[in-house]
């Protein structure tokens, strides 16, 4: 499995590329300046939980160490504004919890700079990486948990048509507490020529 890490993926103005330690300031910058916007939404350890929480590096080093035994995907986006030459740090996109045998299947998970959103970066981002799994990694459901509140979350999966499958009460803990998740699925079957591909013919005006 070591064989599929590092990947890197671009289509456009948008990359996916392994999450670095160097990455550290553009996260943290990023972190400090808008924490309102991602407060709401980022998982937390619940109070009885024996792990020990992570900083930065540990955490990258433990994500790398994941991807390479085929576990999970740890994705930086990358964008490259128009006119500019380099990409600018702008979020991610994990896939985490990768399996094998008889069920084959994995979730997303992702984040962007409010400075970057609303211009079809995660939606681009969370499609090329649908795409990688269906088609390198041979998965067959992808699996997305967001929180009913979440309103821009969920627009991703509206636009990039995962269905929803129901609600997980008390799924996961965030922000301080276990809390509800609305549960939204793709199957491989569901887009035969490719996620992204189905996205941006839904994204181009009819002629």
Known sequence: MGAFWP?????GPVTLRPLRR????????????????????????PPESPEPGMDFAQ????????ARHGQMLPWAVEYTPPGEKRGVFAGQVTVSGITR????????????????????????????????????????????????ENAN??????????RYEGRRERYMHVDGAWRDHDVFVLNAEDVP???????????????
Request: proline content about 6%; hydrophobic content about 45%; aromatic content about 12%.
């Open 193 to 207: 020529g490719g996620l992204l591909a189905r996205f941006e013919a839904g994204r181009r005006p009819e002629p």
């Open 101 to 148: 045998g008889s069920a084959c299947w994995a979730q997303v998970g992702y984040w962007i700079d409010p400075a970057w959103a609303g211009r079809g970066i995660i939606p681009t981002a969370v499609a090329m990486a649908c795409d990688y799994c269906f088609d390198v990694l041979r998965l067959h459901r992808i699996e997305i948990a967001i929180r009913p």
């Open 7 to 11: 990947v890197r993926l671009s289509h």
């Open 59 to 66: 955490l990258v080093m433990t994500f790398t160490g994941r």
């Open 22 to 45: 160097r990455d550290e300031p553009d996260w943290a910058r990023i972190r400090n300046r808008s924490g309102s916007w991602f407060q709401p939404w980022d998982s937390t350890r």
């Open 153 to 162: 979350s969920l627009a991703v999966v509206r636009k990039l048509g995962f």
